[in-house]
């Protein structure tokens, strides 16, 4: 067994003896993803005022600066994210973390609203591309029979994030100024990220054969659900990857959008733009719990079971905003996206490693990756669009509520009857295959 790799589990052994005996990879993925905060829309919103105002620049304008930058970053994605693949995990973190940090000074710099284009760029590429592609790819590959609870673990740095990085800006931009504020994340990602990731990772780790596997050859542990290790090639050429695309970027797309218009929902619904992040506390706190829930349903039932369930918390709060007038229609609607997002954090980095395998999850899971950040960026333009056309978000919250059972509905069939059922079927014909 190679350096670091843990004793095997058994279901009576206790979270805290999981927590103790894999801390130092636990707290590796869970700072890669706080770490991704610099490059995540929830806090670049934040300074949209600041760039607006220091460019003067509408805000259409600098929505197609945000745009431009993070489908930029898309594009590169697809192809840079391979390199999880081959490339020490260490160095790879390090990396990143060294050069989110260079990005994050360079927009503290920024003079002109052209250099904002790549400013926005780096930030998307390696915050909410690389950083959390890596936490999320090594923390399904490095785990197999927990690989729930472990990727649980590591995404509860994404609430956390969400939790304190706009509480910590906004008082930073109030006492130092924006441009300062980015320089304080500058020295973060490159001071203290970097160095606790070079440290962390300075094993890496080997997941033991489960139980159920112990008699399995090495080469099919993380096998995927037919019992085979993918390629990308073989992932595109089939059709399970296209079906499950449109139903998984849902909570990307809809969510981006709701914490992008706050003063846009506030307005509509005569709520004081204030009343809506000074709730965001309840999306992260059931962002959270939703996580670490969803981890335990993983290893109990696995990714691919959790699909058609995990949107309806999501679909429920899109109806309470459409719905509701009062400012309990906030806490309503948090606490339910909250849920979503938590659970779309754990369910999302699994599914590509139970259903494809771990042997080139790198270069599969940055395909899907890729798309959430195309997502992210093509959401708030769209919505925008629909707003110009008369239709208030409040409005599309029901044809996006509506969107989303439709897709809740596919992953069932899929699940019971369809592409997904058929891969369940193969792999139960070859005993060799690996735990999924």
């Not at 504020?181 to 054969?209: K, M, Q, Y």
Request: proline share 5%; net charge positive.
């Amino acid at each position: 067994m190679a350096v670091g790799a843990p004793r095997g589990y058994t279901p009576a052994m206790t979270f805290v003896a999981f927590l103790r005996d894999n801390a130092r990879w636990l707290a590796a993925g869970f700072l890669m993803a706080l770490g991704s905060s610099f490059g995540q829309t929830f806090f670049i919103a934040i300074f949209s005022e600041s760039f607006r105002t220091e460019f003067d620049l509408s805000h259409s304008a600098f929505g197609a600066i945000y745009m431009a930058g993070t489908l930029a970053s898309a594009a590169v994605l697809v192809q840079l994210g391979r390199a999880v693949d081959s490339r020490p995990s260490r160095a790879l973190a390090v990396l990143i973390a060294l050069g989110l940090g260079l990005v994050c000074a360079a927009v503290a710099l920024v003079h002109h609203w052209l250099l904002l284009i790549p400013a926005i760029f780096g930030l998307r590429l390696l915050g909410q591309g690389m950083m959390s592609h890596l936490s999320q790819t090594v923390t399904a590959r490095w785990f197999v029979a927990t690989r729930g609870k472990a990727l649980a673990v590591a995404a509860a740095g994404y609430p956390t994030g969400e939790a304190l990085a706009p509480i910590a800006a906004v008082a930073l931009i109030a006492a130092i100024g924006w441009r300062e504020t980015w320089g304080v994340a500058a020295l973060f990602s490159a001071g203290l990220l970097a160095p606790a990731l070079w440290f962390l990772l300075s094993r890496e780790r080997t997941p033991a054969a489960s139980p159920r596997s112990a008699a399995a050859p090495p080469a099919d542990e993380g096998a995927g659900l037919d019992g085979r290790h993918h390629s990308r090639l073989e992932v595109l050429s089939r059709p399970l990857f296209w079906m499950l695309i449109p139903g998984l970027l849902a909570p990307s797309f809809i969510l981006t959008v709701a914490f992008f218009l706050p003063s846009h929902i506030a307005e509509t619904k005569g709520w004081a733009f204030e009343a809506l992040p000074s709730r965001y506390w309840i999306y992260a706190v059931t962002s959270l719990a939703a996580s670490a829930v969803a981890g335990l349903a993983l290893d109990r039932f696995g990714a691919r079971r959790c699909l058609p369930f995990y949107q309806i918390p999501m679909a429920l709060g899109l109806l309470a905003l459409a719905y509701g007038d009062g400012l309990e229609t906030i806490a309503i609607m948090m606490a339910l996206f909250g849920v979503t997002s938590g659970a779309a954090a754990t369910i999302h980095a699994a599914i590509w490693a139970e259903l494809y395998g771990v042997r080139r999850l790198g270069e599969i899971k940055a395909l899907g990756h890729a798309a959430m950040v195309f997502a992210t960026a093509a959401g708030p333009g769209l919505a925008g669009a629909l707003i110009d056309l008369g239709a208030p978000f409040e409005r599309q919250a029901v044809w996006l509520a509506a969107y989303v059972a439709l897709a809740s509905l596919g992953f069932a069939w899929m699940l019971w009857r369809g592409p997904i059922a058929r891969m369940s079927a193969l792999g139960m014909k070859r005993p060799e295959a690996g735990p999924i």
